[in-house]
């Protein structure tokens, strides 16, 4: 099976820029109810994953849980605590159960290391689940 019949696409896919405010990241988690959300730089290349973790962390080691003192700091400075490992558009589905156990989604990038959305690990068992059953209609990932 293709990894791209589990594929959310970048344009359905929150996501910060590396040389956005802290305050920025805070916002767009908090507005979307995300726990992480992928990094990219300014070429569209996937970075890394920025978690609630990594920001609370910075924010109470730097500004003293101060978000008015971090309002103009680049979310680049934030240290990742987890490394979100993405796949490649051609990976095999073994490797990409492999690395779905590990992390609630998978960035998914192109030859260029381009970002180019995400696999979420429900969207994966979801599929598992209803092969399980026999279900003659398998559901869709986004369904």
Known sequence: MNILFFLTPKSEVAHVYNDDTLRQVLEKIEYHKYTAIPMLNKNGRYVGTVT????????????????????????????????????????????????????????????ADNFIGIIRRSDILKYC???????????????
């Open 52 to 111: 609630e973790g990594d920001l609370l962390r910075f924010i109470k080691e730097k500004y003293s849980l101060n978000l008015k003192n971090a309002e103009d700091c680049a979310i680049s400075r934030v240290p990742l605590r987890w490394k979100y490992m993405p796949v490649s558009i051609d990976c095999d589905m073994e490797d990409l159960v492999e690395v779905a156990m590990k992390q609630n989604f998978v960035p998914v990038v192109d030859d």
């Open 129 to 143: 689940y209803a092969k399980s059953k026999g279900e003659s209609r398998v559901l869709t990932a986004h369904s």
